[in-house]
């Protein structure tokens, strides 16, 4: 049995995660070891919890608005101390968080071989996003399996000098996540709740109401790229007073202070606290429009054939544009009232994003990338017995 660690420290992470996590749990030969490092903590208990995960280790590293280089040396000790106690013969990290940059340098220190899911991501701008373009280049040379989600990834990788024989395109494990709940959202009980939490969050009219979807987090659009959010928010619900704008904000108290400050008493922008990933597939299912600067729900809306506004100047993501069903707009006021606007005004404009495509996965990541590590457990067998003599 091969112990593999797991690591996760925010929402997305658990999202993303959770799909390899359940194939491991029902894998007789891969015994997981999920550990949380704890870098989000209520936002990533609604995953843990959703999901019904069993968190092995708890290293609750969050602390309220945590710096970079602070939240880096709590994890760096913590990391390590875990691995001395656990010894995997492999670790998994997720994405481009500092979660996934420390947790690779603590086991590469310790010589563990590390698997990469959604590797090779790549604006080519250091500061956009921020700091995660630079988590993920950084992470890159320490792994040894890495696992992009799609071909645009496993061509960064080749550019940076990664061999081919160390990259498996699997697809994007949130496919998996989302249709599994999806395909949940199906049963009448749980219909019910959901169209009960609709109506808290939207309101009573939810079925008859228009609404856009907005959420927004990264660093770089910290202060002036936030005010212009917040005034493009504000300009859109006075142009359209007949939607609503249901914005489910950021715990982060850098997200949190400008949002309540210039949002909080628009009559039609409901600003509500994160919610569960069930309750935001579902809003996302039913909203007209989403507008973020999230790299995940870039990835599901376009699936649920929802057009997206990115509020920001660069992505990683370049499938969703290319497909057509994602804008990049900046987080500029006029550029996203304008597209806004337009989206919500003309048919033919929304008709030609609202096209329902998915560039990112089929739903079978997690089993992929389980494959792939079973393969790399058999190539090291294979490789000691052509070295005995
Ligand atoms: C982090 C990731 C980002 C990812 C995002 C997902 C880094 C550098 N950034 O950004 O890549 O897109 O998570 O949401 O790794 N907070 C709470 N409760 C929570 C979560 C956050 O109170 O459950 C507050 C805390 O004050 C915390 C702050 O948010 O200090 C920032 O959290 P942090 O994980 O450092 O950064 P994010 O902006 O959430
Ligand atoms: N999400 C959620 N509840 C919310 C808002 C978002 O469960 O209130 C989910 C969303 O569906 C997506 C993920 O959180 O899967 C994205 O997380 P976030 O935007 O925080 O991080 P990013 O993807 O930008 O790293």
């Given at each position: 049995?091969?112990?593999?660690?797991?690591?996760?420290?925010t929402?997305?992470?658990?999202?993303?995660?959770?799909?390899v996590?359940?194939?491991?749990?029902?894998?007789?030969?891969?015994?997981?070891?999920?550990?949380s490092?704890?870098?989000?903590?209520?936002?990533?208990?609604?995953?843990?919890?959703?999901?019904?995960?069993?968190?092995?280790?708890?290293?609750?590293?969050?602390?309220?608005?945590?710096?970079?280089?602070?939240?880096t040396?709590?994890?760096?000790?913590?990391?390590?101390?875990?691995?001395?106690?656990?010894?995997?013969?492999?670790?998994?990290?997720?994405g481009?968080?500092t979660?996934?940059?420390?947790?690779?340098?603590?086991?590469?220190?310790?010589?563990?071989?590390?698997?990469?899911?959604?590797?090779?991501?790549?604006?080519?701008?250091?500061?956009?996003?921020?700091?995660e373009?630079?988590?993920?280049?950084?992470?890159?040379?320490?792994?040894?399996?890495?696992?992009?989600?799609?071909?645009?990834?496993?061509?960064?990788?080749?550019?940076?000098?990664?061999?081919?024989k160390q990259?498996?395109?699997?697809?994007?494990?949130?496919?998996?996540?989302?249709?599994?709940?999806?395909?949940?959202?199906?049963?009448?009980?749980?219909?019910?709740?959901?169209?009960?939490?609709?109506?808290?969050?939207v309101?009573?009219?939810?079925?008859?109401?228009?609404?856009?979807l907005v959420?927004?987090?990264?660093?770089?659009?910290?202060?002036?790229?936030?005010?212009?959010?917040?005034?493009?928010?504000?300009?859109?619900?006075?142009?359209?007073?007949?939607?609503?704008?249901?914005y489910?904000?950021?715990l982060?108290?850098?997200?949190q202070?400008p949002?309540?400050?210039?949002?909080?008493?628009?009559?039609?922008?409901?600003?509500?606290?994160?919610?569960?990933?069930?309750?935001?597939?579902a809003?996302?299912?039913?909203?007209?429009?989403?507008?973020?600067?999230?790299?995940?729900?870039?990835?599901?809306?376009?699936?649920?054939?929802?057009?997206?506004?990115?509020?920001?100047?660069?992505?990683?993501?370049?499938?969703g544009?290319?497909?057509?069903?994602?804008?990049?707009?900046?987080?500029?006021?006029?550029?996203?009232?304008?597209?806004?606007?337009?989206?919500?005004?003309?048919?033919?404009?929304?008709?030609?994003?609202?096209?329902?495509?998915?560039?990112?996965?089929?739903?079978?990541?997690?089993?992929?990338?389980?494959?792939?590590?079973?393969?790399?457990?058999?190539?090291?067998?294979?490789?000691?017995?052509?070295?005995?003599?």
């Amino acid at each position: 049995m091969k112990k593999i660690a797991v690591f996760v420290g925010t929402r997305p992470e658990g999202i993303k995660m959770a799909p390899v996590i359940a194939a491991l749990r029902q894998a007789p030969d891969l015994e997981p070891i999920v550990v949380s490092t704890g870098q989000h903590r209520e936002m990533l208990q609604q995953v843990v919890d959703l999901f019904q995960i069993t968190v092995d280790h708890d290293l609750a590293v969050m602390q309220p608005n945590q710096t970079l280089a602070s939240l880096t040396a709590r994890l760096m000790t913590r990391i390590d101390e875990l691995l001395d106690r656990i010894e995997p013969d492999m670790a998994l990290v997720q994405g481009d968080t500092t979660t996934v940059l420390v947790a690779s340098l603590a086991c590469f220190y310790r010589r563990i071989p590390i698997g990469h899911v959604e590797a090779g991501l790549r604006t080519g701008n250091i500061w956009s996003p921020f700091p995660e373009e630079v988590n993920r280049r950084l992470a890159s040379p320490l792994v040894t399996l890495h696992f992009p989600p799609t071909e645009f990834g496993r061509a960064n990788l080749l550019k940076e000098g990664v061999a081919d024989k160390q990259i498996r395109v699997t697809g994007n494990t949130v496919i998996d996540a989302l249709q599994m709940e999806v395909q949940r959202q199906q049963d009448p009980q749980i219909k019910a709740k959901i169209d009960q939490a609709l109506a808290e969050e939207v309101g009573r009219d939810w079925d008859q109401v228009p609404y856009v979807l907005v959420t927004g987090h990264r660093r770089e659009n910290f202060g002036q790229g936030f005010e212009q959010i917040c005034d493009a928010l504000a300009d859109l619900a006075d142009r359209f007073p007949d939607h609503r704008f249901i914005y489910p904000v950021h715990l982060n108290p850098q997200v949190q202070a400008p949002v309540q400050a210039r949002l909080g008493d628009r009559r039609n922008i409901k600003l509500i606290t994160p919610r569960d990933y069930r309750t935001f597939v579902a809003l996302m299912s039913r909203c007209r429009l989403v507008l973020t600067d999230s790299g995940g729900v870039q990835e599901e809306a376009p699936g649920l054939g929802k057009p997206v506004l990115v509020m920001r100047d660069t992505t990683e993501r370049p499938e969703g544009v290319e497909a057509g069903t994602v804008q990049l707009v900046g987080a500029d006021r006029a550029r996203i009232v304008e597209a806004a606007s337009e989206l919500l005004t003309d048919r033919a404009s929304y008709d030609a994003m609202a096209e329902a495509v998915n560039p990112y996965g089929d739903g079978q990541a997690a089993e992929r990338i389980l494959d792939r590590i079973r393969e790399h457990f058999a190539e090291l067998v294979a490789g000691a017995s052509n070295a005995s003599p």
